[in-house]
């Protein structure tokens, strides 16, 4: 696979836009696991390589089992992850998929008796990033293997 152009050089103000919502959605009280794992998990459902390999070692780097990421593409059949995470992995699917129907009221009903309603906002915005994350680096097929986490004390942008 080779890399079809570097967006970022491209469209700069745009990809500050993107990172602007990613910046709101880090300081949003969300835990960065919780994150971490939804992020995976949509870049896994879309078949994004590069956001897959990124996501994880982020994972990784922020305390994150080896279990848990590998079973996550399972996360249903597996007693690994909490019912808040489970809540937010339910909401990362039907985001990630909502050309495939609307999000069943059975599915907000359980995401808000684990989410506030801001939190629940703020999670459906850092879907909203995630999944912009994935189209771009799909279509311009970034190439997974490079990217390397910050140490947890560093911070992202």
Known sequence: MEHRLKYGAVAPEGV???LGIESYVRQSGLEPGLLHLVKTRASQVNR???CIDMH????????ETEQRIYALS???ETPFFTERER???????AITLISH??????????ARRSFSEKELVDLTLGLIA???WNRLAIAFRSVPGTYQPMKRSETRA
């Open 56 to 63: 994880t070692k982020d994972a990784r780097a922020g305390g």
């Open 87 to 93: 809540a937010a992995l339910a909401w990362t699917e």
């Open 16 to 18: 500050q836009a993107l």
């Open 101 to 110: 129907g609307s999000v069943p009221e059975a599915l907000y009903d359980e």
């Open 130 to 132: 995630i999944n912009g």
């Open 74 to 76: 399972a996360w249903r």
């Open 48 to 50: 994004c390589a590069y």
